[in-house]
Nanobody
Framework: QVQLVENGGGLVQAGDSLRLSCAPS????????MAWFRQAPGKEREFVAA????????YSAESVKGRFTISRDTATNTVYLQMNSLKPEDTAVYYC??????????????????WGQGTQVTVSS
């Protein structure tokens, strides 16, 4: 069973930064892409950013472009989400996801096969 373990959430003030990390545990697998989604209370889960494992092409939602950066460490199979200039509307549970098959750059949850448990990010005004 593949498990994704997220770290780095917390409570911050508007304008602050946070870095989330996610790494797989359990059985090894080859990931084609990894991504971050988020879900605020009463809202659907939404795409934040993704990165193809090779060659490292990234995709980001318009709402976070210029503020959030996704990156990966191929040596440790870890994906990061650097979040700068955080806003109260960024408050959500952030989920890590991995695609175990070809990834087209889709922002749909159905493009990803494995999910983490989520980490809470709260931004106060």
């Amino acid at each position: 069973q593949v498990q994704l373990v997220e770290n780095g959430g917390g409570l911050v003030q508007a304008g602050d930064s946070l870095r989330l990390s996610c790494a797989p545990s359990g059985r090894t697998f080859s990931s084609y892409a990894m991504a971050w989604f988020r879900q605020a209370p009463g809202k659907e889960r939404e795409f934040v950013a993704a990165v193809r494992w090779s060659p490292g092409t990234t995709y980001s939602a318009e709402s976070v472009k210029g503020r959030f950066t996704i990156s990966r460490d191929t040596a440790t199979n870890t994906v990061y989400l650097q979040m700068n200039s955080l806003k109260p509307e960024d408050t959500a549970v952030y989920y890590c996801a991995a695609a175990g098959r070809y990834y087209s750059g889709s922002s749909s949850t159905s493009a990803f096969d494995y999910w983490g448990q989520g980490t809470q990010v709260t931004v106060s005004s």
